[in-house]
């Protein structure tokens, strides 16, 4: 495995995707890159990353199930997953359920994974591409986080189907800074976790989750670890600093002083999450606040 990454499970064999570093934007998907048009369903489709991966779909000329329970499909209860998933090529895991306390973080993962693996087994699936974090399933990194136990044994359920299994491990993104800031600001203090990150762009790994998916088509049936950074490594106080210095407020609150601790772990905060070999995109923080502004 590239860069010391722990596999998704012990299930079959892993092919790591994670190519030597080059700095490059991570090339965007479009109807000439592609064969044929898939069928996808994507579960958390309302979220943050899963509201850039549907229109990227679309734009490939893909069909698209976009499910979250807003959509009646609960990954957790299974209601209405089997339906809702049945024939489709590709299944697209990009839940989330934030909790910082292991157990509720590994049962989410657990049992939402196993009930989309059970799904995707009778409904004729070809493939499952899950969003994961770069550096969670490693037990250093993991220890004292309990979210990202959850991811760890989210990734550990996928590595053991007999349906195939893409992880596509992302750093951290520009847009977890508000995140940051909401949970930690209180009046002019933000006390953020010290933690040492290549941020990425969500809309660059939106991208490169498409053609995670699109190049299940046509593919060999084995497991694949794809991971992506950005391009400038930092810590979480320079990157809250240098986005409210443009937008001067994030989530409403506008911190004057910033503080990091390691409250995730000293492995968060000597560089854990920092895969060693990835694919690397071209898109700056300077470039993704341009972008939005
Ligand atoms: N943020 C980062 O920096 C980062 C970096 C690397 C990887 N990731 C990973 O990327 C993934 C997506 O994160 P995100 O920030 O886009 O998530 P998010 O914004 O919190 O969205 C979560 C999605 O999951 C759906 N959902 C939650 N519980 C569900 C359930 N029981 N059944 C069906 N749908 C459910 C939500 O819709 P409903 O509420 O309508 O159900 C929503 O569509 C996560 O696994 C995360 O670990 C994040």
Not at 48 to 56: D, N
Request: net charge neutral.
């Amino acid at each position: 495995m590239a860069g010391g990454d722990p596999g998704p499970g012990g299930g079959r064999s892993l092919t790591a995707l994670t190519g030597s570093i080059e700095h490059r934007p991570c090339r965007p998907s479009g109807v000439a890159s592609r064969l044929t048009s898939m069928d996808v369903a994507v579960i958390g489709a309302t979220g943050t990353l899963g509201r850039l991966i549907v229109p990227r779909l679309e734009q490939a000329g893909h069909q698209v199930r976009a499910l979250s329970r807003s959509t009646g499909v609960d990954a957790l209860t299974g209601e209405g997953l089997e339906e809702a998933v049945a024939g489709a090529d590709v299944i697209v895991d990009t839940l989330n359920h934030l909790s910082l306390r292991p157990d509720p973080a590994i049962s989410f993962f657990t049992r939402a994974a196993q009930n989309i693996s059970r799904a995707a087994e009778q409904g004729g699936v070809r493939r499952i591409v899950c969003v994961s974090i770069a550096g969670a399933a490693d037990p250093a990194v993991n220890r004292f986080y309990g979210y990202y136990r959850g991811k760890a044994a989210q990734e550990q359920v996928y590595g053991m189907l007999r349906t195939p299994a893409t992880i596509l491990r992302s750093t951290q993104w520009f847009e977890l800074a508000e995140m940051f800031v909401a949970m930690t600001t209180l009046g002019p203090l933000a006390v953020l976790p010290a933690q040492r990150m290549a941020p990425v762009a969500a809309d660059s790994v939106a991208a490169r989750a498409v053609r995670a998916i699109e190049e299940a088509d046509g593919a060999a049936d084995e497991d694949r670890v794809i991971t992506v950074r950005g391009p400038e490594e930092m810590t979480t106080a320079p990157m809250v600093r240098r986005i409210l210095a443009v937008r001067g407020e994030l989530g409403g609150k506008s911190p004057r002083r910033l503080l990091e601790l390691p409250f995730l772990g000293r492995s968060i905060a000597r560089g854990g999450l920092v895969p060693a070999d990835a694919e690397v995109d071209g898109v700056t923080l300077e470039d993704w606040l341009a972008a939005a502004a």
